[in-house]
């Protein structure tokens, strides 16, 4: 009896490949291992099997496999189920599922590069005679491919020679470097306890008598401390008392001084122990009693808590009591590089049993994480990671928490798979029969929406912890202002005021700046020429820091111009404003004052928000200027004041969720002000206040904003209502694009009728070189999806067989919101 595998290749082809394999091998293979089989002409893939079975393809004659590259299976059965539901409602192939799942150290393939570990001396007497000739070889080529191996050897199984020169440490597969981050400790300094009664202080003065220069350094503490109200740092205090090294240091021997680190110190601010989760209020005891109850009825429940009302210690409670049972639990987060302060939260309280799993990781530490997660380690029983933590091997999934669910992040737009996490994870947790739970302080419209639809469970926290007052909003008329000439720069003379009052108090600021819209473009004030990317259909913008001009699609850049390049005349303007301009007028309006700027600039580098985010928290700067990032539910304990330069530019966003965006984003950067004793405050700026949407914001109104964008969606028939299936279509050659995407406009139209909108050019219809088309297909929520993707992919391939259209490239997208 023949023996044949069918194998998922990690490459966008649509069906499975057979294999023929030997009885033997046929009793060692399962479903979930990895083979190396041969395709086309020369190439070698890492394939992972799907099933065993004894019918020969029809079509083709089964190659044999080259090689079997596990002993047991590293994808479970879940897990192939999960590809097939996403490659499915994704309209992708299994292919594309399994590359963005598997990590790259998994799938060595033609393409992979292999060179020599430089960190390792190897004795080529250790070397078997095939794997000395590799390692030769890269002596004088720096780096390898299969192919090149597959010459050199003259062997067609070289993965097994690759395997043994990994383990033996010679050879390194293509990987990125990357270090660990740890959060810089800064040492800050006080009076010992006993000294801060006045008592206790007098009697200290008395003892510093004879020691002058010590006594000094007590007293310029003493002023630094009043007039700073902030923590002092050692060498702040030294360069204000002039005194030595050595004298400070005698006083820390003498326990007149002492010494603390606010970042260690962080979570245990307020005394309580390191490791016990906190106990609950009567608002979360509530919620958590009301979503145990919810997880009799409904597989998913959405927790709508306003900011700051300690959602994330319900989910500690969650945790702590699947952890009990033996199982993992999944937390998901919008973007990790944001959320160091929730890995040090959760891990002073999981400690060890939480693993975080990070796109920035190495291959060999996403292999680690991966290889924990599917032998259930206790290292590995809470995990916590973005989007992309959705394809690891669990074992024995108890719970997934979706937090901050109505991030846009969530979702994949670019490469296929275009997958939401969040749905995803309510797939995943179906898959391993148990609940998933979202968070927000400003729920998506879908998920709202799946709630008033009973598909959901609702559980609600009204209040902040604590009783701490919602922060006051108020709204500034900047149209009025620029009448009476009380703006300078971008700043009216409220947001002055109050940032003054705010700054004396020793509180820190926080200004935020819409990223999109306001990219500052270089303007001729002669001619109007603004120079433009030569591959994309966009201004360049400007940016100061390299005084260069950049293109924010393709990265194109060019030194800034001196003279317009169409014209020749040198009045050249910038117009529009972003976080760096705004960070040019705090500096002159308030240069006693330390800024900083978190955007995609300033956190380009590895560790570039964590190094922000705790220069920020130990309170090194007193006022951040920031875009979105900052909205992601980061914890600062002493910010006070929250600005928003202009909130129009968000609102007239050309996109249908411009509204319901603009209310998340503004409610969130909002709830970072007075998060735990003093009410916060908020001034946004704009040119419109009477706008529902900001009324909305200043009133802390979810219900009625839900139900006004709500009859919007009904009307307009978009999401949550309709679904939405967005089709792209791409090509260098204008006319071949408007061509095809008629035709393709066409074809769905006598499928779908009026359902179906374009083709239309995208706001930026040139990218990379590229002509851009966008169809959208609207399916109503009766229409069966099943029914029409079939249709859709129908459609598709007929295009496809048009000889003219072969080299334009479709990209589809289910839900591309
Ligand atoms: P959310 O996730 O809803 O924005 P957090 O969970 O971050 O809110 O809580 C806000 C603040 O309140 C945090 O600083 C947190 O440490 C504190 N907090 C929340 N719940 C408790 C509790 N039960 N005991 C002590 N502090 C708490
Ligand atoms: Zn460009």
Redesign the pocket.
Known sequence: MLHFIDVILPIPVENLFTYEITEAESGFLKPGMRVAVPFGKTKVYTAIVKNTHHNPPTVYEAKQIHQILDEYPIVTDIQLKLWDWMANYYLCTVGDVMRAALPNAFILESETLISKNTKQIINDSDLKDDEFLIYEALHHQSSLRIQDIVDIVDKKQVFPIIKRLLEKGAIVVEEEVFEKYKPKLVKYVKLKEQHTTSEGLKILMEELSRAPKQRDVVMSLFQLTAKTKKPIKVSELAEASGASSSIIKSLFDKSVLDEYFIQTDRVSY?G?AVEAS????VA?TEALAQIQHSFESHQVTLLH?????????VYVKLIEAVLKTGKQVLYLLPEIALTTQLVT?LQNYFGDQVAVFHSKYSAHERVEVWNNVLSNSEKAQVILGARSSVFLPFKSLGLIIVDEEHEQSFKQFDPAPRYHARDTAVVLAHLHGTKTVL?S?TPSLESYFNVQQGKYGLVE?TK???DVLMPKIELVDIKDKQKRKLMKGHFSDRMIEVMTETLEEGHQIILFQNRRGFSPIVECKTCGHSPQCPNCDVSLTYHSYRNQLRCHYCGYNMAMQLKCQACGDTALDSKGFGTEQIEEEVKTLFPNYKSGRMDLDTTRGKYGYEKIITAFEQQEMDILVGTQMLTK?L?F?NVALVGIMNADNLLNFPDFRAHERSYQLLSQVS?RAG??EKQGQVLIQTYNPYHNILQQVSTNNYAAMYKEQMDDRYNFKYPPVYRLIKITLKHKDFNRVNIASQWLGKALRQVFGDYVLGPEDPPVSRIRNLFHKNILIKVPQKQSLGGTKKAIVRINNSFNSVKDFRSVRLVVNVDAY
Do not use: C
């Open positions: 307020d309580e906190k106990s609950l209020n979360q808590g306003v900011t700051s009302s300690g959602k994330t210690e939260r968070g302080a926290i902040r912890y604590n539910g914890d304990r709830g998060r735990t």
